[in-house]
């Protein structure tokens, strides 16, 4: 055939996905050829992901794509959710499993790094605000990082780099992962020397920045003939997943706000100078980078984690629910009229979720939400109307009015969650791709092999291919009250 058979695998927070594309030059069509759960494992007082069992999933994956109808995937690329890393040593090993990014080692050093750089400089130097997650807090916790002992031909990969690097044998950090990590300086988008001296990380840790769309090298032989599978090139695409979920949002000329919405809602708009300003850093927004190269401005909403959390712990309690049965639930459920602040770091922790959101509402004085069908209606109402706060924000920042928000992402699958989007922030919601983020990666690698040229050539194949679903807002007075009791419960408080 004459189309272009590639291979996404994309990595999320609680699943990932090996996904094959054929890309004819105006549509592209994909096909899942594997799925799985990522699940973190707590070992001793840490909370690890299970790298070695995800590296063989991708490497399931990549077998499972041989057998696609046209022939074998010419590419590859992986992407992943941001901000964690691995090191590997002079000789290629794996320095210890890599960590989870809700591992609370970096609570106590984050103190420490304010008292060297002031927080509100950080943002200044990178457009990152500041969160436990970020990596600069993880690099700053690793003693063999920061001793200098045994830190002799180390490197730092941030784990889609590094998922590249055992295929490929090919070590890069790429543009739009590399700026999850509070390192970048977000003009030069280079490394930021001055900080890595100031808090004695070594800048031998990191290697160049590669631009989205990179090609890097080839499969490594020993994989090909384990997986029985032809040559395949391995490609630095979008490594970000939000980068590569932005990157297919089926977007037209009318400005629109994008909500990446799977394990957290990442909302935002797309600019090409970083947002600095003080009401930037003071609306907990951050400056990442774009699979074009430029930047993408968003706020991280604690998303669906609120969800998966209480699924989870209603399983461990005996009663397994699907998605779809806790949907039901909370459309079953009263309207609630308790909220949280679904962009409150308290959440961040694993654990007893169903518990501490009603010792939230009942801490800011409202009623308590007790059963599990006003729980999951307090986390959607509380998400829509987090998404309007960010949204007003998003049209102060911008300058102009917001036509649309595009959503994308698993979370879409969360039909209540769209209408209320909807209704809440008064404006059409267009909802689509489900699979964004690997579409997004599908088509970088398409970039890279020369058949789109850009960003906005990439969203006319995905809206030609995918065609999204629409929901109209209603309620629109109904909300706009709730909306001002929102905002006067929660004035201004820490985020994550
Ligand atoms: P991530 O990439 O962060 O792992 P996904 O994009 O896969 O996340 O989205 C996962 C989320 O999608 C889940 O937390 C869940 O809330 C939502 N979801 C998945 N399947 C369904 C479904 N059938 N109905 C409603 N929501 C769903
Ligand atoms: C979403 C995501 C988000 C990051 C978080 C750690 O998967 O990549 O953009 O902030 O994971």
Same mark, same amino acid.
């Given at each position: 055939s004459q189309s272009l058979h590639m291979l996404a695998v994309d990595f999320g927070a609680s699943s990932g996905r090996a996904v094959t594309g054929a890309f004819n030059g105006r549509t592209l069509s994909v096909s899942e050829v594997h799925r799985f759960n990522n699940e973190p494992v707590r070992l001793g007082n840490h909370f690890h992901w299970d790298f070695l069992r995800l590296f063989h999933e991708l490497k399931q994956g990549i077998h499972a794509s041989r057998r696609i109808a046209g022939g074998a995937p010419v590419s590859v690329a992986v992407d992943t959710w941001g901000v964690d890393y691995g090191l590997v040593d002079a000789k290629g090993r794996l320095a210890g499993n890599p960590y989870h990014y809700r591992d609370l080692r970096t609570e106590q050093?984050?103190? +420490?790094?304010? =008292?060297?750089?002031? @927080?509100?400089?950080?943002?200044?130097?990178? /457009?990152?605000? =500041? =969160?436990?997650? !970020?990596? *600069?807090?993880?690099?700053y916790a690793e003693e063999k990082v920061r001793s200098g002992y045994g830190a002799d031909g180390l490197k730092m990969l941030m784990m889609p780099d590094l998922f590249h690097y055992y295929l490929s044998g090919v070590m890069a950090n790429e543009y739009t992962i590399a700026s999850t990590s509070g390192l970048l300086d977000p003009r030069s988008r280079t490394w930021h020397s001055g900080i890595l001296n100031t808090l004695s990380i070594p800048e031998s840790l990191f290697s160049e920045i590669v631009m989205p769309g990179t090609m890097l090298g080839q499969l490594r032989q020993? *994989?090909? @003939? &384990?997986?029985?599978?032809?040559?395949?090139?391995?490609i630095a695409a979008a490594g970000h997943d939000t980068a590569a979920a932005v990157a297919s949002v089926p977007a037209g000329a009318a400005p629109y706000a994008f909500i990446s919405s799977g394990t957290w809602s990442l909302m935002g708009i797309e600019l090409d100078q970083p947002a600095l300003s003080d009401y930037s850093r003071d609306s907990f927004f951050s400056n990442e980078g774009g699979a074009g190269g430029n930047i993408r401005l968003l706020k991280n909403i604690m998303g669906l984690w609120l969800l998966q959390e209480c699924r989870r712990t209603w399983a461990l309690e005996g009663t397994p629910l699907t998605y779809d049965e806790l949907t039901e639930l909370a459309l079953s459920a009263p309207e609630n009229g308790s909220y949280i602040d679904a962009a409150d770091a308290v959440f961040l922790p694993p654990g007893g979720m169903p518990q501490r959101i009603r010792e939230y509402c009942r801490d800011s004085g409202q009623k308590v939400p007790e059963s599990r069908a006003a729980i999951v209606r307090c986390i959607v109402e509380s998400l829509a109307l987090q998404y309007r706060q960010t949204l007003d924000e998003i049209e102060k920042l911008a300058g102009e009015r917001m036509e649309h928000i595009h959503i994308v /992402?698993?979370? *879409?699958?969360?039909?209540?969650?769209?209408?209320?989007?909807?209704?809440?922030? /008064?404006?059409?919601?267009?909802?689509?791709?489900? +699979?964004?983020?690997?579409?997004? !990666?599908?088509?970088?690698?398409?970039?890279?092999? /020369?058949?789109?040229? !850009?960003?906005? &050539? *990439?969203?006319?194949?995905?809206? @030609? =291919?995918?065609?999204? @679903?629409?929901?109209?807002? &209603?309620?629109?007075a109904m909300w706009e009250e709730r909306y001002q009791q929102y905002v006067n419960l929660f004035k201004r408080q820490e985020t994550v």
């Open positions: 050093v984050m103190s +420490e790094v304010f =008292s060297a750089i002031p @927080e509100k400089e950080l943002f200044q130097l990178t /457009g990152i605000r =500041s =969160s436990s997650i !970020n990596t *600069i807090y993880q690099l020993d *994989i090909r @003939e &384990e997986l029985q599978v032809p040559d395949m090139a391995v /992402g698993g979370g *879409i699958q969360n039909r209540l969650l769209c209408q209320l989007t909807a209704n809440v922030t /008064g404006r059409p919601v267009i909802a689509g791709p489900v +699979e964004a983020t690997a579409i997004g !990666n599908l088509m970088m690698q398409a970039l890279a092999h /020369g058949e789109v040229k !850009n960003l906005a &050539e *990439i969203r006319q194949v995905v809206l @030609e =291919s995918f065609p999204p @679903e629409t929901y109209l807002p &209603e309620d629109a």
